[in-house]
């Protein structure tokens, strides 16, 4: 029973992660489109849409040096989820 629960909920998170998939570029996105990426929750959303206030992402070295507690982790599973820096995945 607890092993069925257990792929249950991998496949319910699976799900929802999937759901959303698609090309998000980092520098056109809004709020929702953001959050809609597995991986960015409000409060990413929020430190990445008061980074893009200075300006554009250059690509995924300045997105990482602007937006705090952004590092390579984040960002590669971000990318893996969708999400693109001037159309670079």
Do not use: H, Y
């Not at 029973?1 to 959303?20: E, N």
């Not at 409000?42 to 206030?53: G, S």
């Amino acid at each position: 029973m607890r092993r069925i629960l257990q792929w249950l909920r991998a496949m319910a998170f699976a799900l929802v992660c999937s759901s959303g998939f698609g090309a998000v570029d980092i520098n056109s996105a809004n709020r929702a489109q953001l959050e809609a990426v597995c991986g960015v929750g409000t409060e990413v959303a929020e430190r990445i849409l008061l980074a893009r206030q200075q300006g554009p992402f250059k690509d995924w070295a300045d997105l990482m040096a602007r937006v705090p507690g952004m590092g390579a982790a984040s960002a590669a599973r971000l990318s893996a989820n969708g999400m693109t820096v001037v159309g670079l995945p």
